[in-house]
DNA sequence: TCTTTAGTTCATAATTTTGTGAACTAAAAA
DNA sequence: TTTTTAGTTCACAAAATTATGAACTAAAGA
């Protein structure tokens, strides 16, 4: 069985603390620090409980997670029954828009709170508001943009 | 005391979900929301209190987290010991920035993650993962420009 | 048919996060 | 000097999140 060696450990919970940081379960974030480190591009479920030294319950939880969420998939092969998982690296680009979509989706609330303020007739200056909604708006309109100009400066 | 509508303590509390899932304290969600939805601009500890129905102890805990995080700011007036917090919306620039610089960051552990792989002489494919450096340092560079590119669509 | 494999499920335990209220502080007011 | 105001601090409680291990399932193999 794959053997992690002590930098690559390190490594593993480097990416698993940046996941959890950013909100997303321990478990989960650590597979998803394996599966970025690994050497092998693809780790079954026992290899993933082992090298994380968790239990079946917490791999299989986050695994399911990872999946539901669309960051993890996995493969088989003819006459073996075991999930080779592997990132969906694949759609990082997907992800990427789903993270503008959270971030300009606030966008939304602003404008609630605008309506709200015409509604209850108050006469606070609403201009900085308007204009983080305008930003929004327009990252809203560039950010795809800016995704296919760096893809064509790769062609 | 001021006293919120039905409709704005449902916006206080969606505005705090947003940010809830974006990480950030409960109960100082609450705050951001109140200020944001707050038709008074400015409002003391006592009514952030009052208005949210929490603690001192919690009030004074997500002030001080917010003041901290430069996502609020407070006035005085003479011959008044109360401070008077409101949101530094002047800043969503500056707010803005970090999340560049957290979301970009990422790329330093990928670099890791590449020169981990390097050194273990893996012969496994890692085209993906240059791609992804790529369009982060891309991101980097570019996102500033854009900022910039808006004030000037503004003037 | 019996066993093994590759997981899933669930009750419960451990841990972490969050909130509370009482006691405290430091400055201003009376 | 005593009291009030505007908070802060801290020990503890409540709640939410995670992880565990034992029991289970469903398909494949012997």
Redesign the pocket.
């Known amino acids: 069985m794959a053997i992690l060696t002590e930098k690559q450990k390190a490594l593993v919970e480097k990416i698993g603390i940046f996941h959890e940081t950013a909100g997303m379960?321990?478990?989960a974030a650590r597979v998803m620090g394996l599966l970025f480190v690994s050497s092998t591009p693809q780790l079954?479920?026992?290899e993933i409980t082992e090298l994380l030294?968790?239990?079946?319950?917490?791999?299989?939880?986050?695994?399911?997670l990872l999946i539901q969420t669309g960051q993890i998939e996995y493969t088989t092969f003819p006459?073996?029954?075991?999930?080779y998982f592997k990132l969906k690296i694949k759609n990082w680009r997907e992800g990427f828009k789903k993270k503008i979509e959270v971030m300009t989706g606030f966008q939304v609330l602003l404008r609630e709170v605008l309506e709200l303020r015409k509604e209850e007739n108050t006469h606070c200056d609403c201009s900085k508001l308007e204009e983080v909604v305008s930003f929004l708006e327009f990252l809203h309109q560039e950010l795809p943009k800016l995704v296919e100009r760096w893809e064509k400066s790769r062609t």
Chains 1, 2 share one sequence.
């Open positions: 379960q321990p478990a079954t479920f026992d030294q968790i239990s079946k319950s917490a791999t299989s939880n986050a695994i399911n006459g073996d029954r075991k999930r």
